[in-house]
C-alpha cells in the first residue's frame, strides 16, 4: 500500500479525481487505519455491523470527526468554522446537553443513552447538521464523552500522565499541568471543566445526584488513558485518575473561557 501512496496529490472535488489519485487516497486511508490499528489495538474481535461497514467506506472521502486527533478535526472545520478555536462538535453537544435539561436530568453523564439514537447523532453531526429532534438529554451526553474517549490521542498527552497522577490532589500543581498542555489541549479540557463546573454546582447537583465526584468518575477515563494492565496500578490509578478530574472541577479558574468558541 505504501508505494501507491502519494501525498503530493490533494484534489478539492472527489467526483473529478482521476484514477491513480483515487487510489493514491484509497492506499492513504487504509495505511492510516492500519497503523492506529496497531497503536490501539482492538478491544474484541466481532463481526461489523453493515451500518458500521457503510459508516467506514463513506468516511474514506468524508473523514470523521470521531476518533481523530484534535488537529484533524479543528482542519475539517476549517472550512465551515473558520474563527472557531474549539472543535465544533464538542462545543454543539455541549449545547445540546444545555438545551436538553441536562441539569434537570438525573444521572446525566452516567445513564447511557439508547444506542441507535446515539449512532445517528453521531451520523448527523459528521455530516455537519445541527440536531434538533432529540429531546432525551443522556443522547448528547453519551455521545460527547465518547467523542473524547474516542479521540486518536488523549486530550491529556501521555508524556503527561504521571505528573497527573502523582500531583492528583494538589490544585496548584493539577492547575499548572493544564497551563502547561498544548494549546489547543489546554482550551478543549478548559471547555470541558468550565462545562462540568456547571452540572456541579450545589443546586444542580440536587436534581442530578451528579457531584463533582461522580462527574469525575465519568469523565476521567475519557481524559487520561493507563496503558499499564496490571490490575493494582490500573485501579489505583483509576482512583487518581478521578482525583485529578475533580480537583480540576472543584479548583480551576476557567473565567478565561468565557465566550470562546
Sequence with gaps: ???????????????????????SHYASVACKRLQRIGVNGKRAIRKPTLEEIEQARLQIFRPSMFGSTLEEVMALQKGRFPHYKLPWVQTTLSDEVLRLQGTHTEGIFRVSADVDEVTNLKQQLDRWERPTEYTDAHTPASLLKLWYRELYEPLIPDSLYEDCISCHDDAEQATAIVDNLPHLNKMVLAYLIRF???????EVVAVTKMDASNLAM?????????YCQEPR?????????????????????TAFMTGIL
Design 218 to 226: 465519568v469523565m476521567a477515563p475519557n481524559c487520561l488513558r493507563c
Design 196 to 202: 462540568l463546573q456547571i452540572f456541579a454546582r450545589p
Design 233 to 253: 496500578i490500573m485501579y489505583e490509578n483509576a482512583r487518581k485518575e478521578m482525583a485529578f478530574i475533580r480537583t480540576l472541577i472543584l479548583n480551576m479558574d
Design 1 to 23: 500500500m505504501f508505494r501507491h501512496r502519494d501525498p503530493s496529490y490533494d484534489f478539492p472535488e472527489v467526483g473529478k479525481w482521476p484514477i491513480h489519485v483515487q487510489v
